[in-house]
């Protein structure tokens, strides 16, 4: 089984920083790594697919990146809506998501 | 707007048994597979089951195998859970999916219903 391993797991930020949150895959994936946000009580929302892709109607300022075994997440500007828990997820073999970070304001 | 929306989620004793249906809309529902995913009170994300449009093959986790089966009835635009021998550690919020697959190759889940929640307890 492919493990998914986010970092860190719970950060704290202000309104307007730039955000960064890593994925690591226990095998190579290639770019088969998707992003989601969770806020409490919600389902989860999908952001970037296919490791780098943005969904329709999510705001540039998420960005994906990466491949194989290391990937990333990055806000820029955060806003006070994007507080919130993010999943990475690997559909290579099967589907496995990461333990989740969660990012709080400061 | 895709719409996808789950029931038959309760409390239940332990070996007991649950099913839970997903009704589909707004969607081809026959030509997309399907997931089941839950989450524990507190807990992270855990993929489930999975289906094809056409309900040819069947996908699911080892903690769940033997145990749950996914179906669909594409008539009737809906997905279903039926889960037998339930145990405590099934407690969760059981959410479906929508799966779409890129122009890569990979897939990921576009969609997602509300959830429902599921207890298993004495």
């Known amino acids: 089984d492919i493990q998914m391993t986010q970092s860190p797991s719970s950060l704290s930020a202000s309104v307007g920083d730039r955000v960064t949150i890593t994925c690591r895959a226990s095998?190579?994936?290639?770019?088969?790594l998707n992003w989601y946000q969770q806020t409490p009580g919600k389902a989860p929302k999908l952001l970037i697919y296919?490791?780098?892709s943005l969904q329709s109607g999510v705001p540039s300022r998420f960005s994906g990146s990466g491949s194989g075994t290391d990937f990333t997440l990055t806000i820029s500007n955060l806003q006070p809506e994007d507080f919130a828990t993010y999943y990475c997820?690997?559909?290579?073999?099967?589907?496995?998501f990461g333990q989740g970070t969660k990012v709080e304001m400061k | 707007e895709v719409q996808l929306l789950e029931s038959g989620g309760g409390l239940v004793q332990p070996g007991g048994s649950l099913r839970l249906s997903c009704a589909a809309s707004?969607?081809?529902?026959?030509?997309?597979?399907m997931s089941w995913v839950r989450q524990a009170p507190g807990k992270g994300l855990e993929w489930v089951s999975g289906?094809?449009?056409?309900?040819?093959?069947?996908y699911y986790a080892d903690s769940v195998k033997g145990r749950f089966t996914i179906s669909r009835d594409n008539s009737k635009n809906t997905l279903y859970l039926q889960m037998n021998s339930l145990r405590a550690e099934d407690t969760a919020v059981y959410y479906c999916?929508?799966?779409?697959?890129?122009?890569?190759?990979?897939?990921?889940?576009?969609?997602w219903g509300q959830g429902t929640l599921v207890t298993v307890s004495s």
């Open positions: 999916a929508k799966e779409r697959r890129s122009s890569v190759g990979s897939c990921y889940h576009d969609y």
């Open positions: 707004e969607f081809t529902f026959s030509s997309y597979a």
């Open positions: 289906i094809i449009g056409s309900g040819g093959s069947t």
């Open positions: 095998q190579s994936i290639s770019s088969y």
């Open positions: 296919a490791a780098s």
């Open positions: 997820q690997q559909s290579y073999s099967s589907w496995t």
